[in-house]
């Protein structure tokens, strides 16, 4: 069985357009700093201070990847025009029917899918505190 280039194009485009909205999302709900006025409205709340932090950084996280996801299938649908769409971006092999099925962005086989994120992985750096 082929891979169906139309169909997989057609979901490559649906996920395109919801990370576009999720990103949208995500930017609205940091709007503009507030004025003076509304700055002076009472002293903010540690803790209040504390859960705005962390709100920020999960969404900064999230919007990180959501991103790097967005990056991905625009490249894979570059790939359906190219007509280079499900081979290894690495070695030109065949990326298996059941991976694109899956993910329907992959641009490597799994051999280098791991050698990738073994690399990446290596890349971290661990430090004992203490």
């Not at 509304?38 to 709100?55: C, I, T, Y």
């Not at 790097?68 to 894979?76: F, G, N, P």
Request: aromatic residues 4%; proline residues 5%.
């Amino acid at each position: 069985m082929a891979i169906d280039l139309n169909i997989m194009k057609k979901r490559l485009e649906e996920k395109q357009a919801q990370l576009q909205a999720s990103l949208g999302g995500l930017t609205q709900a940091h709007p503009q700093p507030v004025g003076p006025i509304e700055a002076n409205d009472g002293a903010p709340d540690s803790e209040e201070v504390a859960v705005d932090f962390l709100e920020m950084q999960q969404e900064q996280s999230i919007q990180a990847n959501e991103q790097a996801l967005l990056t991905q299938v625009r490249a894979a649908l570059k790939r359906i025009e190219q007509g280079t769409y499900g081979k290894c971006v690495e070695c030109g092999r065949p990326i298996p029917e059941k991976r694109l099925e899956a993910i329907p962005w992959a641009a490597r086989d799994i051999e280098h899918e791991a050698a990738l994120e073994q690399r990446n992985l290596a890349g971290v750096e661990y430090r004992d505190e203490g």
